[in-house]
């Protein structure tokens, strides 16, 4: 028999194969779950009422999804709110991540205390909300995070924690992915909620498909969570069974990022140890504000003598150096020469059009990319250079009053409709050899500086609220 092992023969089957046809009886028997709950029913009657409820739910979850078609004109936006002007907006997930180490924890208690007291954020980005901050961390001691806290000047009354949760006559840990949902009425009980600030999110290690599938549902319900009470969400990316002495940074690459908002990655300046970069990964509704510098720094507890904790200090200018040409530098294949050229044309070619290879020659010789007597043209660095720039070389004058001049290529068509003359075809000066060049738009004239450090010297669980 189909039905359950328990009662094998239930008094009504016999009837209900006589009053019931055949897809009916079929849609019996490809449910046991169905016909366990039903079993105890001694009434026919009772199991065929049942019979056509049970089908239209079925039939109901079996229904094909109908992707929901909404008019542009129906669709309704609002302007950001930041808490950290282009970095941390309300309503939003925002992730760091960084080496085992790397200062991620300092950082975030550092824009706690901006936060809960109104303070100014580094390099003149305008000023933090004032208000009150959930922060959530399950795997650290007030005896470790309070003080680097007071370092930072939080306002602790601002301030609200959970670390544990009570589960009947006991407590445990806080578990993300098992306790997010008991948050909701926490969240909706702060007055003046700025921020949540998770310290931190296990992220798996690995790069298979189920790792992926399970950081980004995590990271699904923490942006759910944003947008439902208005809040900033700051989570900190933790590698799971991470190395401290690797220092192996959280690869961005492999995880989903699509739930968040924006991404940053803290990384060792490797100029100087003790200075950290703050690099921008992902930003939907901002441009990139810029790479920040800062490092780890002892501060003394004035309220108690002898009692210090880290403390973060930001440089008073930013990075003309963003995470993707962070990352280029540190490849294996890095080719430092050409990078070094790069920066020199950019720099030379800052506020000019274009520079006559006698002038580039010159001022090549005294940044020593050339030898004394090295032409132009026997360097192949600056020619590389010159070349993933979009500059194009271009003839000036006739004879002996012309000379060869490297031009950037809006620069060259203004002079073509002024009609002076020039060309391509011949060498780009008497020791240079002629080199084609493809059409490519010239790169951002900024110039890159050095890194940081030449910039400077019950049955339901309830969440323990504190």
């Given at each position: 028999?189909?039905?359950?092992?328990?009662?094998?023969?239930?008094?009504?089957?016999?009837?209900?194969?006589?009053?019931?046809?055949?897809?009916?009886?079929?849609?019996?028997?490809?449910?046991?779950?169905?016909?366990?709950?039903?079993?105890?029913?001694?009434?026919?009657?009772?199991?065929?009422?049942?019979?056509?409820?049970?089908?239209?739910?079925?039939?109901?979850?079996?229904?094909?999804?109908?992707?929901?078609?909404?008019?542009?004109?129906?669709?309704?936006?609002?302007?950001?709110?930041?808490?950290?002007?282009?970095?941390?907006?309300?309503?939003?997930?925002?992730?760091?991540?960084?080496?085992?180490?790397?200062?991620?924890?300092?950082?975030?208690?550092?824009?706690?205390?901006?936060?809960?007291?109104?303070?100014?954020?580094?390099?003149?980005?305008?000023?933090?909300?004032?208000?009150?901050?959930?922060?959530?961390?399950?795997?650290?001691?007030?005896?470790?995070?309070?003080?680097?806290?007071?370092?930072?000047?939080?306002?602790?009354?601002?301030?609200?924690?959970?670390?544990?949760?009570?589960?009947?006559?006991?407590?445990?840990?806080?578990?993300?992915?098992?306790?997010?949902?008991?948050?909701?009425?926490?969240?909706?009980?702060?007055?003046?909620?700025?921020?949540?600030?998770?310290?931190?999110?296990?992220?798996?290690?690995?790069?298979?498909?189920?790792?992926?599938?399970?950081?980004?549902?995590?990271?699904?319900?923490?942006?759910?969570?944003?947008?439902?009470?208005?809040?900033?969400?700051?989570?900190i990316a933790h590698p799971v069974g991470a190395d401290y002495l690797s220092r192996k940074p959280v690869s961005f690459g492999t995880l989903p990022?699509?739930?968040?908002?924006?991404?940053?990655?803290?990384?060792?300046?490797?100029?100087?140890?003790?200075?950290?970069?703050?690099?921008?990964?992902?930003?939907?509704?901002?441009?990139?504000?810029?790479?920040?510098?800062?490092?780890?720094?002892?501060?003394?507890?004035?309220?108690?003598?002898?009692?210090?904790?880290?403390?973060?200090?930001?440089?008073?200018?930013?990075?003309?150096?963003?995470?993707?040409?962070?990352?280029?530098?540190?490849?294996?294949?890095?080719?430092?020469?050409?990078?070094?050229?790069?920066?020199?044309?950019?720099?030379?070619?800052?506020?000019?059009?274009?520079?006559?290879?006698?002038?580039?020659?010159?001022?090549?010789?005294?940044?020593?990319?050339?030898?004394?007597?090295?032409?132009?043209?026997?360097?192949?660095?600056?020619?590389?250079?010159?070349?993933?720039?979009?500059?194009?070389?271009?003839?000036?004058?006739?004879?002996?009053?012309?000379?060869?001049?490297?031009?950037?290529?809006?620069?060259?068509?203004?002079?073509?409709?002024?009609?002076?003359?020039?060309?391509?075809?011949?060498?780009?000066?008497?020791?240079?050899?002629?080199?084609?060049?493809?059409?490519?738009?010239?790169?951002?004239?900024?110039?890159?500086?050095?890194?940081?450090?030449?910039?400077?010297?019950?049955?339901?669980?309830?969440?323990?609220?504190?």
């Amino acid at each position: 028999m189909f039905f359950n092992r328990i009662l094998p023969n239930p008094v009504w089957l016999p009837a209900v194969i006589q009053r019931t046809t055949a897809e009916e009886l079929a849609f019996l028997q490809s449910h046991p779950q169905l016909q366990s709950s039903i079993a105890e029913f001694a009434s026919v009657e009772t199991v065929l009422a049942l019979l056509p409820r049970f089908q239209a739910i079925a039939a109901a979850a079996k229904a094909a999804p109908v992707p929901e078609l909404i008019s542009g004109s129906e669709l309704t936006d609002h302007p950001a709110e930041w808490v950290w002007p282009g970095r941390i907006a309300r309503g939003k997930l925002t992730l760091i991540g960084g080496a085992p180490g790397s200062g991620k924890t300092t950082l975030a208690m550092d824009m706690i205390g901006r936060v809960t007291t109104g303070a100014d954020w580094p390099c003149e980005e305008g000023v933090a909300p004032k208000g009150s901050v959930l922060l959530i961390a399950p795997q650290s001691h007030p005896d470790t995070f309070v003080p680097r806290l007071k370092a930072a000047g939080t306002d602790l009354a601002r301030l609200h924690t959970i670390r544990t949760v009570k589960e009947g006559a006991r407590s445990r840990r806080f578990n993300l992915e098992k306790d997010i949902t008991t948050l909701d009425p926490l969240i909706s009980g702060i007055k003046d909620l700025q921020m949540i600030v998770i310290d931190a999110v296990d992220v798996p290690a690995g790069r298979g498909r189920a790792a992926a599938r399970e950081a980004g549902a995590l990271f699904d319900a923490l942006a759910e969570l944003a947008q439902r009470h208005n809040v900033a969400v700051l989570a900190i990316a933790h590698p799971v069974g991470a190395d401290y002495l690797s220092r192996k940074p959280v690869s961005f690459g492999t995880l989903p990022l699509s739930a968040a908002c924006a991404a940053f990655l803290v990384e060792a300046d490797p100029a100087d140890a003790g200075h950290r970069l703050l690099l921008q990964v992902k930003n939907e509704l901002a441009y990139d504000p810029g790479s920040l510098s800062f490092c780890i720094m002892e501060r003394v507890n004035r309220k108690r003598p002898g009692e210090t904790a880290a403390g973060v200090m930001f440089a008073p200018q930013k990075l003309a150096l963003d995470a993707c040409e962070f990352s280029a530098r540190q490849a294996r294949g890095f080719n430092s020469a050409k990078a070094e050229a790069i920066g020199f044309l950019r720099a030379l070619f800052a506020d000019r059009t274009h520079h006559k290879v006698r002038e580039i020659e010159q001022e090549a010789r005294a940044m020593g990319l050339l030898g004394a007597n090295q032409p132009l043209s026997q360097c192949r660095a600056l020619r590389d250079a010159r070349m993933a720039l979009g500059l194009l070389a271009m003839r000036e004058g006739f004879g002996k009053d012309g000379a060869w001049v490297w031009v950037w290529p809006d620069a060259m068509e203004a002079q073509q409709k002024h009609g002076e003359p020039q060309t391509e075809t011949q060498g780009e000066s008497d020791s240079q050899e002629r080199i084609d060049v493809p059409s490519a738009a010239p790169a951002a004239s900024v110039t890159s500086p050095p890194l940081a450090a030449a910039q400077l010297q019950a049955s339901v669980p309830i969440p323990k609220f504190v």
